[in-house]
Every structure is written in C-alpha cells, then in structure tokens.
C-alpha cells in the first residue's frame, strides 16, 4: 500500500469533522477558513470532509429500524451519503465567496479499497486524479471514509474514517501534515467533555494516540494513525472553531484555552498547559492554538471512558479470546478485561456486523468501562454504572496527574454537544427506532 506521490509543490490537507458541521454556518466557517489558509499558503488545498454531526448514525438506525441483518453493499451505500452532501455544501459555500472547488467523488479520491464495502480496507492510493483535479489552482474538497473497490463500486471504510482518508491523502500527495480540525482543543489527557480538568497534551507519540484509540477514545481513527506513521505524516490535532472572526462559535476548544493554566506533573511529558497549547501566534498577533502533534513525542498518561460502546461477560477466558478474535477480525476495537469476577470485553455499541459474534455472551446493560492508560504502558480497567462513568473518570484522571486534580471539585455544567438539526435532512425527524443506539455520547 505504498501511495503513488504527486510532483510539485507540497499540498495542505485539512480535514473538518462532523463537529465543524454542526449547523449550516459551519460550511460557511470553513469555507472562510480554508480561503483564508489557500490565500495565506499559496498551494494546492484538500479539504476532507466528514458528514454533520449525528448524520451517519442516524442513518445507521434507519437502516437497522428497516432490516435486521441489511447488505453490507446497501449499508455502504446509504453510510456514505452523509459525506456526499458535505462535499456539495462545502462546494456551495466555497462558490458562495467566490471560490470555484472541485467537489470530487470516491472514484475521484486516488484510494481503493478491499473487504466488506461497508469496513473496506485502503490497500493502495494513486495521486493521478486529485492531482489533475487540484493542477488548476481550485481547492479540492474530498469526502471523508469513503473510496472505490477494483469494480469501480463506492465503499466505505468503516466509522469514523473521515481521519483515514485524510490521512491516507496526505501520505498519497507527499502531504507531510495533515490537519484534523475538531471541537475539542487536541488530543487531551482524557475526554474533555467528560474531564473538565483534561490537560491537552502538546505531543504525543503515534503509539500513544494508537493506544488511546484501540481503548475506545474516539479521538484519532486507529487506521489513520497506522497511515501516518507509515508514510511519516506528522498528524495536528487542533480545535475548530475558535475566533473566525464574527458568528463564530465558541467550541469546548476555545472555553478550555481561556482558562488558567494548569500545573502538570514531572515526567508526563508532553502535557502542556492551555497557554503553553495556544502559544504559537499568526502574523498580526492573531493567537493560533497548536492543537496536539502526533508523530515524535512521549507517550502519555491518559483516562479513555468507553461510552460508545457495551459491555459484555463470558464464562471463560478462552470464550472471550475466541470472541474479541472475531470481533477484531471485522475490524472491530475491542478491549478485554476482567471485573468484579466478570470476564469481559467492550464491543462498540450498535457496531454492523457484531452481533453474530457475541452469541453465548450475556450484555451487562448499563455498565461503562472506565480505563487509566499509565504512561509506562500499563492500563487499568475498572467497569462502572454508566452514570457513574464521568465522575470515575475524574477520580481516575486525578490519581494520574494529581496536581490537576479536580476530582473533589464540583464539575462545571458540561459543554453540550452539537448535533446538527440537518442530520435529519435525509431520512426524516421522526424516531427511527425507539432502540437504536446513536452514535454520539448519551448525555
Ligand atoms: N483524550 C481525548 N482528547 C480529546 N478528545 C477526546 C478524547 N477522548 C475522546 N474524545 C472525543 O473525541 C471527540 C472528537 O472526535 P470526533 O467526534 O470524531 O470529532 P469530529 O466530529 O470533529 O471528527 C471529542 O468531541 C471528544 O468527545
Ligand atoms: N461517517 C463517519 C464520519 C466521521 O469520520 O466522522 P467524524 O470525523 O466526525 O468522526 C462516521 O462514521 O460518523
């Protein structure tokens, strides 16, 4: 899977998650955004973009509400829409300023992919056709998670891939950064949603962000760090929005950055205090907050709540190994441990293609996995009720770095997640399924 690169001068790849995408002014934001960087960089710009906020797991619901076991084809198909209507409104509000883009299909991207097409794995990416496309000076606006099989067909690259094809691009066009815009400040010590207290870390190892991921931090794509490391893409985790002048919003990102900064503890490195995160400065004192870089840097300690995902028990260890085997080869994370004399693994919740592995397992409804990822590698797992999740993971992040503490304090309100009131432009606003699960966090 060696990319085939493109000649000339280096390309910038950003990509803006769902979160960017939370109402319809986020096209608007990043399209003034990514003007702006083009202007200021003078060389050929991919933006990836990921679906709003909330779309894909609704569609998810839709497509369980409608078949229990649907094609993965059909599910391929349906998942990726959400990205295909990013592209065009980002196209929309690119043109909208004047800005001529090319909104460009899978068959467009360069990757081909093989395997199940809704999980399809990237085995190699061709530069040709992005490059002819960005040879015109336009800005190339590419839809996240998704690529083409040998017969031409769109697959998807599993959830939350959107990093993955960024990444992949970058390594394909000789990118040597690719940057991941998000609504939280970086890569952090834990969820900063759930940790209040959460330091962002100005570095952090390709190992230690894979080792987060593999536990369940929804944070950096697992495959994509994979990428990175490969092909030596230094990856930038930076926050979005944050002070795009007039109507933006002010994100989890910007409310942490402001605050005071915090003591950190010797020999964690990497961690560094919001005003150390935001010290890098454009021209004209504009602050520029650098976000988290993943390439050479220490691991570091961290505390991942696994929200997304369900417990289950099995009577033996051998039962569980067989399990998390299969699960893993559907390229499922899955994290095993043990508990209060349970013998158990996570499984992401709702996950296509899981259910049919899990037989002889019992689910432990409303229990949450908590895990301390140690610096020097080692990881405590301790399962919770689910309610109890945010404040174990206080407690926990506090024993990690005790001069951040905050584990006694009383939790300030808890940011809200946007969810796009759009995610619901394709398949209606009514209830697709009283059980489904979402994709995001149940708050
Ligand atoms: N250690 C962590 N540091 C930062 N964010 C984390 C961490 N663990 C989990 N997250 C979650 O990752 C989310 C960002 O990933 P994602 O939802 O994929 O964002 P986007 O929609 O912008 O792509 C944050 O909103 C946060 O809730
Ligand atoms: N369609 C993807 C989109 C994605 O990767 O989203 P984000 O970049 O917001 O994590 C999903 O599974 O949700």
Same mark, same amino acid.
């Given at each position: 899977?060696?990319?085939?690169?493109?000649?000339?001068?280096?390309?910038?790849?950003?990509?803006?998650?769902?979160?960017?995408?939370?109402?319809?002014?986020?096209?608007?934001?990043?399209?003034?955004?990514?003007?702006?960087?083009?202007?200021?960089?003078?060389?050929?710009?991919?933006?990836?973009?990921?679906?709003?906020?909330?779309?894909?797991?609704?569609?998810?619901?839709?497509?369980?509400?409608?078949?229990?076991?649907?094609?993965?084809?059909?599910?391929?198909?349906?998942?990726?829409?959400?990205?295909?209507?990013?592209?065009?409104?980002?196209?929309?509000?690119?043109?909208?300023?004047?800005?001529?883009?090319?909104?460009?299909?899978?068959?467009?991207?360069?990757?081909?992919?093989?395997?199940?097409?809704?999980?399809?794995?990237?085995?190699?990416?061709?530069?040709?056709?992005?490059?002819?496309?960005?040879?015109?000076?336009?800005?190339?606006?590419?839809?996240?998670?998704?690529? =083409?099989?040998? %017969?031409? $067909? +769109?697959?998807?690259? &599993? /959830?939350?891939?959107?990093?993955?094809?960024? *990444? #992949?691009?970058?390594?394909?066009?000789?990118?040597?950064?690719?940057?991941?815009?998000?609504?939280?400040?970086?890569?952090?010590?834990?969820?900063?949603?759930?940790?209040?207290?959460?330091?962002?870390?100005?570095?952090?190892?390709?190992?230690?962000?894979?080792?987060?991921?593999?536990?369940?931090?929804?944070?950096?794509?697992?495959?994509?760090?994979?990428?990175?490391?490969?092909?030596?893409?230094?990856?930038?985790?930076?926050?979005?929005?944050?002070?795009?002048?007039?109507?933006?919003?002010?994100? =989890?990102?910007? %409310?942490? $950055? +402001?605050?005071?900064? &915090? /003591?950190?503890?010797?020999?964690?490195?990497? *961690? #560094?205090?919001?005003?150390?995160?935001?010290?890098?400065?454009?021209?004209?004192?504009?602050?520029?907050?650098?976000?988290?870089?993943?390439?050479?840097?220490?691991?570091?300690?961290?505390?991942?709540?696994?929200?997304?995902?369900?417990?289950?028990?099995?009577?033996?260890?051998?039962?569980?190994?067989?399990?998390?085997?299969?699960?893993?080869?559907?390229?499922?994370?899955?994290?095993?441990?043990?508990?209060?004399?349970?013998?158990?693994?996570?499984?992401?919740?709702?996950?296509?293609?899981?259910?049919?592995?899990?037989?002889?397992?019992?689910?432990?409804?409303?229990?949450?996995?908590?895990?301390?990822?140690?610096?020097?590698?080692?990881?405590?797992?301790?399962?919770?009720?689910?309610?109890?999740?945010?404040?174990?993971?206080?407690?926990?992040?506090?024993?990690?770095?005790?001069?951040?503490?905050?584990?006694?304090?009383?939790?300030?309100?808890?940011?809200?997640?946007?969810?796009?009131?759009?995610?619901?432009?394709?398949?209606?606003?009514?209830?697709?399924?009283?059980?489904?699960?979402?994709?995001?966090?149940?708050?």
């Amino acid at each position: 899977m060696t990319p085939r690169r493109a000649p000339g001068r280096r390309p910038l790849v950003l990509k803006f998650g769902g979160s960017a995408f939370a109402d319809l002014d986020g096209y608007h934001r990043v399209a003034r955004y990514a003007v702006r960087r083009s202007a200021e960089e003078e060389r050929p710009l991919v933006v990836v973009v990921s679906a709003m906020s909330g779309t894909t797991g609704r569609l998810q619901q839709t497509l369980d509400a409608l078949a229990a076991d649907p094609p993965a084809s059909a599910a391929a198909m349906l998942l990726t829409t959400g990205e295909t209507v990013s592209v065009a409104l980002l196209t929309a509000a690119l043109d909208a300023r004047g800005v001529a883009a090319h909104p460009i299909p899978a068959a467009g991207t360069g990757l081909l992919a093989e395997g199940p097409p809704d999980r399809a794995t990237v085995t190699s990416a061709d530069a040709t056709a992005l490059s002819r496309a960005l040879a015109d000076g336009r800005i190339a606006v590419v839809p996240g998670g998704q690529a =083409v099989d040998a %017969r031409g $067909r +769109t697959v998807m690259l &599993g /959830r939350n891939s959107s990093d993955l094809s960024a *990444v #992949a691009t970058a390594a394909m066009l000789g990118a040597d950064t690719c940057e991941l815009f998000s609504d939280v400040p970086g890569v952090c010590t834990a969820d900063p949603y759930l940790v209040p207290e959460a330091r962002t870390l100005s570095r952090i190892s390709y190992e230690g962000v894979r080792r987060m991921s593999r536990h369940g931090a929804k944070v950096v794509h697992e495959g994509a760090v994979r990428w990175a490391e490969r092909a030596g893409v230094r990856v930038w985790c930076r926050p979005f929005p944050w002070g795009e002048g007039e109507g933006a919003d002010i994100g =989890v990102g910007e %409310r942490l $950055r +402001t605050e005071p900064e &915090g /003591r950190t503890e010797p020999g964690e490195g990497g *961690v #560094a205090g919001d005003r150390a995160v935001e010290g890098e400065r454009a021209e004209g004192g504009e602050p520029r907050a650098v976000g988290t870089v993943v390439g050479a840097g220490p691991e570091a300690a961290a505390v991942v709540v696994h929200q997304g995902s369900d417990v289950w028990s099995f009577r033996s260890g051998r039962e569980r190994r067989a399990v998390a085997g299969r699960l893993r080869a559907e390229g499922l994370p899955v994290t095993e441990f043990d508990t209060a004399g349970e013998i158990c693994l996570t499984v992401p919740t709702g996950a296509r293609g899981a259910a049919r592995h899990l037989n002889g397992g019992r689910r432990l409804d409303d229990l949450c996995l908590v895990t301390a990822l140690r610096a020097d590698g080692r990881a405590d797992h301790l399962a919770v009720p689910r309610s109890e999740a945010a404040a174990e993971a206080r407690r926990r992040h506090a024993a990690l770095y005790p001069s951040v503490g905050g584990a006694t304090a009383q939790p300030a309100a808890p940011p809200v997640k946007a969810r796009s009131p759009h995610s619901d432009v394709l398949v209606g606003s009514g209830p697709a399924s009283a059980s489904a699960p979402d994709d995001k966090r149940v708050d």
